[in-house]
């Protein structure tokens, strides 16, 4: 197997978002720079002013949406979804923390940084009178605390505080927030940062020795800092320990593309620094925070499709502890679910998830379709099934906890569907930002929501089986007789006359083949729908889309075969929506490809980048899905692989149900190792297109030739 190790930064890194990471999924540090000034700023994953956002309401009923929609009621259905206005902040948002700069002498330079990822070890060579000299960073994984070790030729250097109010200052008195208080000491520098209505925040740098010590702790939290005298390294052991661990688990794969090797390598150690079990759960951003702004969309919880993206290398890594911390905070906010679907369907016994929300599931903005969209709580429902069928949790928590909030998902959809003759129709319903909140932003069956309930029904009525449960009878009903997406002139819509009509960013009408998986493009009944719908989106091009629409699109053309263009569109994505550091781009880095950050001449001067973690992740998944992906319980290898590739590999990746695959290809002849942890019968296809299935007992091992 491959063995690229390092990576490369060069200086100057002129931005926050251009830095080099490191992470533990509750602190975050970006580190960047020119000249002689090392910056770090700091982020935390979960520092909120929680004051804003807004409940639901008994205005925000399915009654009265429905009635406002059918009669284009903008000020009703405005009045609906109105944010508060009781003089406060409109919504929720996490606060920036700020930064420590680090100068060096006058005549000191920052040369390069290289990141060892197996050791999450951040070396940086600053150039000083003719000599290179080496700066070290870590950061502990148990703890919100990092170390620089400076050499000692450079230990003349100045260390400077800057809290965010300094840098974004506008944005904090905006919101009522009053200055920081300074802390300064012989060796030690830092900020107490108040907030109105929160706990507050201390960030603090201490020199001890060559080393420099940063914390940014919460007021409720013992800073790693208090009390001690002498810091060393020895306080970094569990760290040292969990990323060997970590690398370990985590599968290898060797492409002949770099870029795309780059990709996966340097995604699985962001992903590592993003939702670290220890850490909160991963929102828009994780703990990287830029300190020059309050974060685009609050940095808070996405859950039409920006949740799921973060969290999707938890599944073919086997990565399976990093989704507890955001199961767990669901689960806290049962309550407020099941009120969501009391006001808005009138029942006891549903749950619903909103798109947009805080850490206290407030919800974020007046987007009145988001709040609607039911697909959320479904999506999430598919997370958790996930979680289980690949091995991170056993069948007592899928019982008590996954299978009963799949039943309370389904309910919500039983309330909203009526019958029209023999057939069911879903009359309400919206696909994910298709439209915005406009009010022709709806129509019947969209196949986003037809896609979810088809998942919902088929898992139920497998589950309801294994655990000796009564299915309810509309379970197979609602298979029969509600289509699996809304086909019109043999084309999947967006919902019942809305055929695709224009370049759009969420591939939702397509969700059905991935991910939901209920639409099989090889299926002789669905393969000439698939074929006309791919070339309608294809005509329909990329000049709306969004740097995390990209991974999504990978994964729709390598489960059609498209190997060439999987390729070519990660390149694409990580050419127009990367910066210089590789931070990942919601807007486009460049005009030229997508309206969406830039006009068609637009230069982007002094724009700020918006970075989310959502793309970067969601191209993990995309180049395994090229290597290797399930789909309506059948597997296929290297179907993403474009057939120039001389040579491909993979080892130790996880698709569901007990089973651990790795593979070789060579020319073309290939073959997969497939291990079973409990059992089973393992389905495949081989390079002819024809199926096989292999029958194994729990812990054994066979080889196939593709």
Known sequence: MSKRFDFTWLFPLPRVHTGLLLGNGRLGAMIWGENQVLRITLGRADWWDHRGGKSWTAEMNYHDIRRCLENQDVQGIQRLFAEPTDGGPSHPTLIPVGRFEVEFASDARL????LDRFRALILIDVEYRGQTHQLELEMCMDLPLMRVRVPGPLEGYQ???LPVYETAGEHLKKRGIEPPTPIQSEG????TQTLPQDPSLTAIAKRVGDHLWICATLEQEQSPLAGREVLDESVFAFSRQWWKQYWAQTPKIDLPNEKLQFLYDYGVYKFAGLTCPMGAPA?????????YTTPPWSGDYHFNINVQMCYGPAYPTGHLTHLKPL???????????REHARLFIGIDDGVMLPHSVDDRCRINGSFWTGTVDHGCTAWVGKMMYDYWQFGGADDEWARNVMYPFLKATMRVYESMLERDGDRFVLPVSVSPEYRGASMNAWGKNASFQLACIHMLCEWLIELSSRFGDNPNPIWAEVLERLPRACVEDGKICLWQGTPLEESHRHHSHLAGITPF????????????????????WIMRGMGLWSGWCMSWAV?????VGNADISELLVEIWERVFTNQGHGTLHDCEFPGFTLIGSGPTSRLPNRHEIMQMDAGMGMVNAIVDMLCYRQRDMHYFFRGCPNHWPSVTFEGIHVGRGFVVSGRRRGG??????????GGVFRYVDFSGQSHQVTFKPGESQTVRL
Not at 111 to 114: E, F, H, N, Q
Not at 188 to 191: E, I, K, T
Not at 327 to 337: G, H, N, T, Y
């Open 111 to 114: 040369i390069k940084g290289v």
């Open 159 to 161: 260390i400077r505080a």
């Open 188 to 191: 030690v520098c830092g900020f």
């Open 283 to 291: 929102g828009l951003q994780g703990p990287w925070i830029e300190d």
């Open 327 to 337: 199961f767990d905070l669901i689960e806290s906010w049962m309550p407020q679910l």
């Open 517 to 536: 998986d209920v639409i099989d493009p090889r299926d002789p009944e669905w393969e000439p729908v698939v074929k006309r719908s791919f070339a309608e």
């Open 555 to 559: 994964q729709l053309h390598t489960r």
């Open 669 to 678: 002849e290939g073959q997969v190792d497939i291990r079973s942890i409990k």
